[in-house]
């Protein structure tokens, strides 16, 4: 069975341009996350998706992060305009949807900003 | 105060040592208490989930929560080159279930 897609694995911008990353869930988990790590960090939660509807997004930068889960499967995180604290690994987890049912973790986007 | 504590190590032992790692919490909330194992580029992978005070086994590892003094353990026997990993805590039932609250991570290396 595959496990979560994320992609690019790899990003290197300069501050104040776009980048986008994608993740495709196990098949059948209803539930999607965004986290975030720093360098030396546990992973923190950015949004959490249950379907396509964004259930938990506290821990969002709105004024220049987005997310989509068009269709309640793959989701899309995007950040408009990156600046350099933004460099970090950006992870994507899934799970099947019940509260203590199980995260997996895809492999991450590390994003560099110069 | 941080909701949790995780000595960041970096910890280095030989082949076939028994390893500790611990973390302490603040919220009275968590209701369920995690192991993750994440290898560099990779994503953290589930090693050890419980909910309840006491000891879990499973092979070489086994997780330790004592609730009342709000501390987690994760011990590994016979400590193998294959265990080096980061090793974070999580905990989860805090503001949301569903919504997971990690350590920083403790560095791992067993050297042969």
């Known amino acids: 069975e595959a496990g979560v897609v994320q992609s690019p694995r790899y990003k290197i911008i300069e501050k104040k341009q776009p980048v986008a990353f994608w993740c495709n869930p196990i098949?059948?988990?209803?539930?999607l996350y965004w986290y975030l790590q720093n360098l030396g960090q546990g992973p923190e939660l950015l949004i959490r998706?249950?379907?396509?509807?964004?259930?938990?997004d506290s821990q969002l930068p709105k004024d220049r992060f987005s997310a989509e889960r068009l269709k309640g499967v793959d989701s899309t995180l995007k950040i408009q305009p990156a600046e350099l604290g933004d460099s970090a690994v950006y992870l994507c987890?899934?799970?099947?949807?019940?509260?203590?049912?199980?995260?997996?973790f895809g492999p991450g986007t590390r994003l560099t900003v110069l | 105060q941080k909701e949790v504590e995780q000595d960041p190590g970096p910890l280095s032992v030989p082949e076939g040592a028994i390893v500790s790692l611990n973390c302490t919490y603040s919220?009275?909330?968590?209701?369920?208490f995690m192991w993750y194992r994440q290898y560099s580029r990779k994503g953290p992978e589930l090693l050890m989930y419980?909910?309840?005070?006491g000891n879990k086994e499973d092979g070489r590892f086994t997780a330790q929560v004592d609730k009342s003094s709000k501390y987690i353990s994760l011990f590994i026997r016979d400590s193998q080159p294959s265990d080096s990993a980061t090793y974070l805590c999580?905990?989860?039932?805090?503001?949301?279930?569903?919504?997971?609250?990690f350590g920083q991570g403790t560095i791992l290396t067993v050297h042969p």
């Open positions: 987890a899934s799970s099947l949807g019940r509260a203590t049912d199980t995260q997996y």
């Open positions: 098949s059948g988990h209803n539930t």
């Open positions: 998706y249950e379907n396509e509807e964004a259930v938990d």
């Open positions: 919220n009275s909330a968590f209701q369920y």
């Open positions: 419980t909910y309840s005070s």
């Open positions: 999580a905990f989860d039932g805090g503001t949301s279930y569903g919504k997971l609250t």
